[in-house]
């Protein structure tokens, strides 16, 4: 993402089941999930197309997981940026259900 943009703002969408990340008015990107106790099994995370290669799904799976840690709530990753992400950040193991 360019310095001169928007800075990426993550929402957690909790009656749709998703985060998703804006920049000003556009929705740029999403994962979804599946709440199961206190697990969110994520099934699809996606960036729009004309907003992709910035990276904006990698921020916004950051952004999702910061707030996964705070609720204490863990993630069972179908999806498979997710568990590439997951894979390659060891930071966030303990947050693998």
């Known amino acids: 993402m360019s310095t001169d943009e ?5 929402r957690r969408n909790d009656e749709a ?7 000003g008015d556009d929705q740029v990107s999403v994962i979804d999930y599946r709440r ?3 697990t969110l099994v994520v ?6 197309p004309r907003w992709r290669g910035r ?7 950051r952004q999702a997981l910061d707030d996964v840690r705070r609720r204490g709530l863990r993630v ?11 894979d390659s950040h ?4 303990d947050l693998r259900a």
Do not use: N
Not at 43 to 48: A, D, I, L, Y
Not at 90 to 93: N, Q, S, T
């Open 17 to 23: 089941e998703r985060y998703e990340g804006w920049i």
């Open 76 to 86: 069972r990753p179908l999806c498979p940026f997710t568990v590439d992400y997951l």
């Open 55 to 61: 990276g904006l799904a990698g921020e916004t799976t």
């Open 43 to 48: 099934t699809h995370t996606g960036t729009e």
């Open 6 to 10: 928007p800075a990426l703002v993550v």
């Open 36 to 38: 199961v106790g206190d």
């Open 90 to 93: 060891p930071e966030c193991a």
